[in-house]
């Protein structure tokens, strides 16, 4: 089953500590048991464009589709057999340590 990893800034977390991020020893893993499908880093919400379309216009709109101080700034997708296996993955990237990552299954078109 595939999860998508939402990898978000959190300003309650504890302070960022560069030698504690340990991202590629993560990256090993979880190619090393065949779970990765893809993955990247995103620039920050003031580089995003919101596309909306009203009545056949299509309007754009600097910046994130929300007002929060939490943002995405990454994400990964994973196959693995189910939500245990999903969450185990998900508690060992750093920034379950200095942020949150958010887990959500995807949902296949039929």
Known sequence: MQ???FIVSDPAA????????????????VE???????????????DATTVTVRDGRTILTD?????????IAGFDLIDV?????????AAKHPMAR????????TWPFE
Not at 14 to 24: F, K, M, S
Not at 32 to 46: E, F, I, K, M
Not at 63 to 71: D, V, Y
């Open 81 to 89: 057999a189910d939500l245990d296996e999903a969450v185990e993955i």
């Open 3 to 5: 999860y998508l990893l």
């Open 63 to 71: 910046g994130p589709f929300t007002e929060t101080k939490e943002w």
């Open 98 to 105: 200095f942020g949150r990552v958010e887990v959500r299954p």
């Open 14 to 29: 504890p302070e960022y500590v560069p030698e504690e991020d340990n991202i590629e020893e993560w990256v090993a893993e």
């Open 32 to 46: 090393r048991r065949d779970a990765s499908w893809t993955g990247s880093r995103l620039r920050p919400p003031s």
